[in-house]
């Protein structure tokens, strides 16, 4: 029902930053709850922030406050997370994932993005 691609992650050293993109097709995702999620082997999948259906920031992870910002572009269809002061714990495969409110939560995702921070 909804395609997901997440894409901007790369390699960066501490303190670097990036912007990944969350760019939604299938549907418009401007009017659904949204999440961004990162995830490392062998460790729990972790909620960076969730957005409302009407697009304003509901949480966000005390690991990443105040580093990590938000913004949306409901006419591409697009959702950033813009990254900075990165540290090496920020390293993970991030993923955006929308709540169409079909009873499955945060039931669709994309294919996620690697982030790499050196220290």
């Known amino acids: 029902q909804v395609q997901l691609v997440e894409s901007g992650g790369g390699l960066v050293q501490a303190g670097g930053s990036l912007r990944l993109s969350c760019l939604a097709s299938?549907?418009?995702?401007?009017?659904?709850?949204m999440a961004w999620f990162r995830q490392t082997p062998g460790k729990e999948r972790e909620f960076v922030a969730r957005?409302?259906?009407?697009?304003?920031?509901?949480y966000w992870a005390d690991s990443v406050k105040g580093r990590f910002t938000i913004s949306r572009d409901n006419g591409q269809n697009t959702v950033y997370l813009h990254m900075s002061s990165l540290k090496p714990e920020d390293t993970a495969v991030y993923y955006c994932?929308?709540?169409?409110?079909?009873?499955?939560?945060?039931?669709?995702w994309g294919q996620g993005t690697q982030v790499t921070v050196s220290s």
């Open positions: 957005l409302s259906e009407t697009g304003e920031i509901i």
């Open positions: 994932a929308v709540d169409l409110g079909d009873g499955n939560g945060f039931g669709s």
């Open positions: 299938g549907r418009t995702f401007s009017n659904y709850r």
